[in-house]
Nanobody, 125 residues
Framework: QVQLLESGGGLVQAGGSLRLSCAAS????????MGWFRQAPGKEREFVAA????????YYADSVKGRFTISRDNARNTAYLRMNSLTPDDTADYYC??????????????????WGQGTQVTVSS
């Protein structure tokens, strides 16, 4: 059972930046693809970004492309989401997710097996 713990959320003004972290309990973290999703109040959970297990590919939602960057540090068993130029539309609970699957749709939440509890991001205008 992989445990994921997000951190780094908070309140930020529009135009500001935050870096979210997702620490994994699994020592074989490097074999997991990682994703970030978010859910705003009254809305469905949506894909934000993903990175595959061997650093080869990253994936982004159109709404965050050019502003957000996903990365991972396998030595620290941690994935990151750097968020720049934040807008009030980015306000949501952000969740990280992990999977050992090699093939599938990284943007689909059902592709992932393990989920964190989420961290709240609020962007004020």
């Amino acid at each position: 059972q992989v445990q994921l713990l997000e951190s780094g959320g908070g309140l930020v003004q529009a135009g500001g930046s935050l870096r979210l972290s997702c620490a994994a309990s699994e020592r074989t973290f490097s074999y997991y693809a990682m994703g970030w999703f978010r859910q705003a109040p009254g809305k469905e959970r949506e894909f934000v970004a993903a990175i595959n297990w061997n650093y080869g590919s990253t994936y982004y939602a159109d709404s965050v492309k050019g502003r957000f960057t996903i990365s991972r540090d396998n030595a620290r068993n941690t994935a990151y989401l750097r968020m720049n130029s934040l807008t009030p539309d980015d306000t949501a609970d952000y969740y990280c997710a992990a999977t050992q699957r090699r093939f599938g749709d990284y943007t689909d939440s059902s592709f992932y097996t393990y989920w964190g509890q989420g961290t709240q991001v609020t962007v004020s205008s």
